[in-house]
């Protein structure tokens, strides 16, 4: 019924940028907060940017000045910008999103598939 589809990962050098996309579709009411999560090999999944509805953001210390999470509500679509990338980001990168359903409006958090970032020189 819903569907979170993620774009914008690959591989790029130290110091680089990268825009990650997550578009989602279906059976949409309304989106609340949307985040955006990694995971490292052999580690935790890791929040890494939220916004509100209301376009409020939040952000650990680790990406903190580097990363930029937006939205266009009128798209359903989050972006999460990266700029001066490190290795230590590498991970795979899935977007998340709490919305309401029709038609009961059911409110459920979703994820996407997840999207691959890697750092490397």
């Known amino acids: 019924q819903v569907q979170l589809v993620e774009s914008g990962g690959g591989l790029v050098q130290p110091g680089e940028s990268l825009r990650l996309s997550c578009a989602a579709s279906?059976?949409?009411?309304?989106?609340?907060?949307m985040r955006w999560y990694r995971q490292a090999p052999g580690k935790q999944r890791e929040l890494v940017a939220t916004i509100t509805s209301g376009g409020d953001t939040d952000y650990p210390d680790s990406v903190k000045g580097r990363f930029t999470i937006s939205r266009d509500n009128a798209k359903n679509t989050v972006y999460l910008q990266m700029n001066s990338l490190r290795p230590e980001d590498t991970a795979v990168y899935y977007c998340?999103?709490?919305?309401?359903?029709?038609?009961?409006?059911?409110?459920?958090?979703?994820w996407g598939q997840g999207t691959q970032v890697t750092v490397s020189s």
């Open positions: 279906g059976s949409i009411f309304t989106i609340y907060a």
């Open positions: 998340n999103a709490e919305l309401a359903t029709v038609p009961f409006l059911r409110r459920s958090a979703y």
